[in-house]
């Protein structure tokens, strides 16, 4: 039997283009779950840190630390840190 020999046969390269299509298929796939994923991240994140501004500014007002300035002041630390980092990451 030589090396030629499979090469002739059809089901040879039916097999080959088969694999081939189904592991091209698959990795855009994941690629694209991969994204959609990190794009949640990102989003739960902003959330979090929103929530985290909301209960540093009820946490002031509670211990008589805030002035009539600080509404927001947090929250816009939060944003402006993740726009930030979200710049250093591009």
Same mark, same amino acid.
């Given at each position: 039997?030589? &090396? ?6 059809? $089901?040879? &390269? *039916?097999? @080959? &283009?088969?694999? $081939? +299509?189904?592991?091209? @298929? @698959?990795?855009? /796939?994941? #690629?694209?779950?991969?994204?959609? /994923?990190? =794009?949640?991240?990102?989003? @739960?994140? +902003?959330?979090?840190?929103? /929530? #985290?501004?909301?209960?540093?500014? =009820? ?6 630390? =805030?002035?009539? =300035? ?18 250093? *990451?591009?």
């Amino acid at each position: 039997m030589s &090396f030629v020999a499979p090469l002739r046969n059809p $089901a040879f &390269f *039916t097999t @080959l &283009f088969s694999v $081939a +299509g189904s592991t091209y @298929l @698959l990795r855009s /796939h994941m #690629i694209e779950l991969s994204e959609d /994923h990190e =794009a949640r991240m990102d989003e @739960l994140g +902003g959330t979090l840190r929103g /929530h #985290i501004g909301h209960i540093e500014e =009820a946490l002031d007002r509670l211990e008589g630390k =805030a002035t009539e =300035a600080d509404p927001g002041k947090k929250m816009n630390e939060y944003y402006g840190k993740r726009q930030r980092d979200e710049k250093k *990451t591009s």
